[in-house]
Structure formats: C-alpha cells, structure tokens
C-alpha cells in the first residue's frame, strides 16, 4: 500500500502501533550527490535501528557520512545535487523515503526533529526568538491563536533553562550567548513533542561547561519524555555519557555497531580500537603523548578498493582488499563487525 494511503502521520499516535521494539529502521541506504567531476556516494549500504526510548550515537571522524546519514533521514539532503539513491529508512514500519513532500512536512518538527551543528546559522539572524519558535506551533497546530503561541513558546523556553523567557522572545540571535542559542534549537526541535530527536554535534564550539550543561538537559528531556535520540558526535567521550548503542562509521559505511558498554569493553574493529586509543583517560600517564590514526579519511573521490580503512589500519592484509561484509561477532547478536580479520 503506498504510504499515502497507509498512515496519517499527522494524527498517528505517539505509539509504535505495531509494538515493534525500533522505532526507526534505516536500511541498506545509499545516498550519493551528482557534482561536477561526477557521482559520489556518500552514504554507501548504512542499516541501523533506533530503539523506543533510547539513545543511539553515530561516531566517526569528519567526512564519514554521519550528518548526510541524519539529513537522509529528515529528507533534507541539497537539492538537486544530493538524492537517496537506494534502501529504506521505515519509521514506525513505513518506508518515508517514498513519501510525498507533503507528508514528510508533516513528519519534520512533529514525529522527527532535528537540532543542527552550528545555532548562528541555524537560526534566522533577522527574525525574534519568539517567532522563530512561534513558527513551528503555527505549522503543526492548525488554527492556533497568538495567545496560545505566545504561551507554550515562553512555556518550552523556560522547560530549556532559559532565564526571563518572556523578554527572550523579544531578542535577536545575537544577543544570546553560545550557550543560549543552543537551548533555543532544543525548545524549537522539542516544541511538537517528537518521536525522534536528530541531536547532530550539538555541543560543538561551546566550551566544556556549556557543553555538560547541554548534554544534562539532553538527558533529562529525553527521560521526560520518552523519545528516541540520535546523537551525532566524533567525541567517544560523550558517546559513553549519552548513549545506550554506538554505530561506527568511516568513509561512508558502518564499520562496528554494538551496545555502548560492549563497544568500549571489547572493540573490535581495528578502526574502533584506534578512536578508543586516542581517548584522554583519568589514568593516563601525564605528559605522554596520545596515539592517533595515521593518515586521514580518503576523500569520496579517490576510495580505497575493498576495506576503506586498509590504507589506514596497523593490522591490514591482503584479503582487505576485497569488501569485508558486516556479521555478527557475540552469542546474543548484539555486536557487529565489518572485518576481515576479526
């Protein structure tokens, strides 16, 4: 049945109605963008789930394909130069990848939602606080007066920690501090209540007080009210603070996902090892110097044959130089590998 016909998203139930136990189920997703020296895959055979409730982080360095993977998923990759070419992404069991713009609209802000890198550019710089997030109940509530506006945008402000939120409203982006504009994104992608939360490197050039700050909010949202989050981040650090799954990803495919505390006990993948080694650790010797990755993740016109990481990694062999498929390395099939060698 096409998705226009199966399901009303914009009166479907904060429910999975088939009790599934993911929420989102992103499959085989290949997506590339057509550019002047030619085709190039971006997101090349990604599958992962998010669970009801949970907190799955996606690592890697940049260029890995984390933020392009989050915006396939909202369907708000460039046009037209950048298009899912195949796979499925299935939010509660139906494939929104074939959904007409009309309806994806309707899913954006109100079952899935999605905080962006960079607040200053996010925002509008010309338009108030409070109309910036007085937009959004205007498009998913239909008929709602001003009043009504007014209030539940001072009422979002305030669940976000934002001081004097009435007088707030009134302000421009730049009157805010770093901190505060991030707080700003939150009230605006959790304004609808959505299913799903897109948090994508969400604490970035915020210093390290605002950045817990942000990251403690996050946390006590998200056990409010019951969403799933995808947490974007190339910070192991907060992957182990925030997050119940990790997937790991290079050069634009998944190379390891597992449980977080399985991850960090036991990685497998030669490229997870390296992220973990790099890690400032309580108990590290002062004054040493950290290990780090050779080399540099290859651009997405010039990838390796077979394992992308083969030019990179200390444990390469001649078997890498065909594509190693992703299996499962645990009895409970929780932890998975995309290896040769493991």
Known sequence: MPLNDALDFKTMPKKNPAGRENILQVKNLVTTFDTEAGRICAVDDVSFEVKKGKILG??????????????SIIRLLPKPAGFIESGQILFYGTDITRAEPKKMHQIRGSHISMIFQEPMTALNPVHKIGRQIGEVFKLHYSGINKDKIQEKSIKILERVGIPDSEKRMGEYPHQ?????????????ALACKPDILIADEPTTALDVTIQAQILELMKDLQRETGMSIIFITHDLGVIAEMCDDVVVMYAGKVVETAPVKELFKNPRHPYTKGLLSSILRLDTPRKIKLNVIE????SLYDLPVGCRFRNRCPEAQVICETQPLIKSVDEGKKHFV?????
Do not use: D, F, N, Y
Not at 295 to 298: A, E, F, I, W, Y
Not at 338 to 342: A, E, L, R, W
């Open 58 to 71: 996606i690592v890697g360095e940049s260029g890995c394909g984390k933020s392009v993977t989050s915006l």
């Open 176 to 188: 805010l501090s770093g901190g505060m504009r991030q707080r700003v994104m939150i009230a605006i």
């Open 295 to 298: 080399g540099m993740v290859p």
């Open 338 to 342: 995309s290896c040769h060698i493991v």
